[in-house]
């Protein structure tokens, strides 16, 4: 079915309901918590910076955390209602992980929200994550697999995970070569039962940009670092249009 898109103050755009570990995100209302640049996913189009990637390191929205107290009074400094949680992976540290889960729902409440970013569909640690106090957990799945992904061993897992007590969604980048994928991807998860897909314009940054070279990308303009064609795609697809 059709959806119109919902322009967004921040130039995003959606349809349907936003995912609520996105509400406090565009008013700047949650800490970026990054517990680890560790992860064994090597996707081509990581971005992250060479100070981060594959380093076991701590980032409480830019700033190093060398102990708890300084991710707390970074949430306390920003007012923060949320946080974030991204990597890297961050199950690689599942107790790093787990004990951060537990310590700001203990400082700051329940209803401090938290949601995390992934590649690992391991059911038994999304239970910990869970049982720690998680409130939503966000995929990231190769795209080798967009296409087919009902018929792969990691929907499979999906189906384990998706019994647990949180909002499970994924998100993942816009390939403009990729429309069909993608449109194949949301539909499956649209029937299993996944809450929702976030769909992110495709960047280039200082450590990624010679593969997407590589691949025909080209970025949208002389001042713009995202891909040419991703958003359009993005847009097309949540329209429902047809390929051309």
Request: charged share 25%.
């Amino acid at each position: 079915m059709s959806m119109i898109p919902e322009n967004l103050e921040n130039g995003s755009f959606v349809a349907g309901k936003l995912p609520s570990g996105c509400v406090f995100c565009g008013p700047g209302r949650k800490m970026v918590l990054f517990v680890t640049g560790l992860c064994d996913a090597d996707c081509f189009y990581c971005p992250l910076s060479e100070h981060k990637k594959n380093l076991d390191v701590i980032y409480a929205d830019e700033m190093p955390a060398n102990s708890d107290e300084d991710i707390l009074e970074e949430a306390r400094l920003i007012g923060a209602m949320g946080t974030g949680i991204t990597g890297g992976d961050p199950l690689k540290v599942l107790g790093r992980t787990v004990h951060y889960i537990g310590l700001l729902k203990e400082h700051f409440g329940k209803g401090h929200h938290i949601h995390l970013y992934t590649a690992s569909f391991d059911p038994e640690k999304v239970r910990m994550l869970a049982d720690a106090g998680l409130d939503e957990i966000r995929f990231h799945p190769p795209p080798g697999t967009w296409k087919n992904f009902g018929k792969t061993g990691l929907n499979e897992r999906l189906k384990e995970i998706l019994e647990l007590p949180l909002d499970i969604g994924f998100e993942i980048p816009v390939f403009p070569d990729m429309k069909e994928d993608i449109r194949a991807l949301i539909e499956h998860l649209d029937s299993a039962g996944v809450k929702f897909i976030n769909l992110n314009e495709l960047e280039f940054s200082e450590t990624n940009y010679g593969a997407l070279l590589e691949r025909g990308y080209r970025m949208k303009s002389d001042i713009e670092s995202a891909v040419a064609g991703s958003e359009k795609v993005a847009r097309e697809i949540v329209r429902g249009q047809k390929s051309k």
